[in-house]
T-cell receptor, first 114, second 110 residues
Framework: DVKVTQSSRYLVKRTGEKVFLECVQD?????MFWYRQDPGLGLRLIYF???????EKGDIPEGYSVSREKKERFSLILESASTNQTSMYLC?????????????FGPGTRLTVT | SQQGEEDPQALSIQEGENATMNCSYK?????LQWYRQNSGRGLVHLIL?????REKHSGRLRVTLDTSKKSSSLLITASRAADTASYFC??????????FGSGTQLTVLP
């Protein structure tokens, strides 16, 4: 079974802090994704990566950056956390190639910025 | 940008009844997927239907796709209390990323 793990289930940070959210997958997937989920808005894509050291902006990249130094690990960075970044953050991975369309999600990190 | 939009936003039914959720989208797609999310957890993939398919079954799930109307429906038959969750449709237009809708919250009452 594919397993996607996220470093924390719950996180509380103060405004202005630098925040790192870590995601690790164990199935050698090329593609990894970071979403945020807010009530009534569904999942919105922040960034994704289709290879090591590669990244592409999603729909809402402002205020975030990412790092992918190893294939299995994709980090989301909030350079200076703000209260409007309080949200549920979900990481996902997906294989490449024909027929590999489904995404596998981690359990999520609920981040509160005070 | 929101591609898929689910309808209704919330649905409450009795155990044993069928639940139908609908999804509309705006652009052409390669495939459409349905995911389930239990409260406070990650999403789990349920079923995928390709753009050249009209109907697909998996256990108690039935998905239809009408590309002319840009819509899909998810039917859960003989619902159980354990089916209580949020259900999301996601459209695959680029084969690299999915675009998710805002979800339908299904409550199945015992």
């Amino acid at each position: 079974d594919v397993k996607v793990t996220q470093s924390s289930r719950y996180l509380v940070k103060r405004t202005g802090e630098k925040v790192f959210l870590e995601c690790v997958q164990d199935m050698d997937h090329e593609n990894m994704f970071w979403y945020r989920q807010d009530p009534g808005l569904g999942l919105r894509l922040i960034y994704f990566s289709y290879d090591v050291k590669m990244k592409e902006k999603g729909d809402i990249p402002e205020g975030y950056s990412v790092s992918r130094e190893k294939k299995e690990r994709f980090s989301l960075i909030l350079e200076s956390a703000s209260t409007n970044q309080t949200s549920m953050y979900l990481c996902a991975s997906r294989a490449s190639g024909w027929g590999s369309y489904e995404q596998y999600f981690g359990p999520g990190t609920r981040l509160t910025v005070t | 940008s929101q591609q898929g939009e689910e309808d209704p936003q919330a649905l409450s039914i009795q155990e044993g009844e069928n639940a139908t959720m609908n999804c509309s989208y705006k652009t052409s797609i390669n495939n459409l997927q349905w995911y389930r999310q239990n409260s406070g957890r990650g999403l789990v993939h349920l079923i995928l239907i390709r753009s050249n398919e009209r109907e697909k079954h998996s256990g108690r799930l039935r998905v239809t796709l009408d590309t002319s109307k840009k819509s899909s429906s998810l039917l859960i038959t003989a619902s159980r209390a354990a089916d209580t969750a949020s259900y999301f449709c996601a459209t695959d237009s680029s084969a690299r990323q999915l675009t998710f809708g805002s979800g339908t919250q299904l409550t199945v009452l015992p």
